[in-house]
């Protein structure tokens, strides 16, 4: 069972990017109890990756407020970076770098102390040990995956972003990643964002998901708590249910009960 501590990790209030006419996250809000794990889903373009880019200091918002680990985002960013880390396997680690030289340069960007047995750790942890000295830009989709992950784990991370966590993975490393990342998570009571479009791993690892459609909170809730509001049977039916227009949100959800 997860152990959710009191302070949030992490407090959106009110986000807001725009580029030119358009609105790629729009008066976004929620806060992720440390210790927790919240997934963000949401169809293509509906504002995960540009959230989780701001979430880091890579966008900078054009309204609202982000707080991670009690800091200020806006200006005190510096002060939370060492201890959040990212993975996405769509954001490649520079070709030419064997994976230990990639791992190394990340863990003394980040001042991980004895970096050397850190990398030796992780490596074995997830599984990269065997192409350590391979060039990054040879390796399989799946091994990139697995070094993403090494890479977003080096600090060991008090605020964990995944984007995609378990793409190009065959089923039985995926499980075995999702075993890896729950067990993380509850040995150190780290804060993880998942991004996903796995419904079935969103449900394995997420206490509350929020819903995004078109850059705005469509629902929120636990993954059970979002079955049964919908009427459905597992999460993947769910997302259908929102990505085709015949879930009601919590925007009608709100309008009902003030009309009443």
Known sequence: MTVVL??????????????????????????????????LLGGNGAGKTTTIAMLLGLLEPTAGDIHVLGIDMKKRRYAALPRMNFSSPYVDLPHRLTVRQNLLFYGRLYGVRNVGKRIDEIAEHMQVAPFLD???????????????????????????????????????TADWVRTY????????????????????????LCDDVV??????????????????????????????????????????????????
């Open 181 to 204: 990342l729950k067990d993380y998570q509850h040995e150190t009571h780290a804060t993880i964002l998942l991004a996903s479009h796995n419904m079935g791993e969103v449900e394995r």
């Open 211 to 260: 819903l995004l459609q078109a850059g705005r909170v469509f629902d929120r809730g636990s993954p059970r708590e979002l079955i049964e509001r919908f009427g459905r049977e597992d999460m993947e039916e769910v997302f259908l249910d929102m990505a085709r227009g015949r879930g009601r949100g919590l925007d009608a959800l709100n309008r009902k009960e003030t009309a009443s």
């Open 6 to 39: 009191a302070t949030p990790s992490i407090e959106v209030k009110h986000l807001r990017k725009v580029y030119g006419e358009i609105v790629a996250v729009d008066d976004l809000t929620f806060a992720v109890p440390r210790g927790a794990v919240l997934g």
């Open 134 to 172: 391979r060039q990054a830009g040879k390796l399989s989709a799946g091994q990139k995956t697995r070094v993403a992950l090494a890479k977003a784990l080096i600090n060991k991370p008090d605020v964990l972003l995944l984007d995609e966590p378990t793409a190009s993975l065959d089923p039985d």
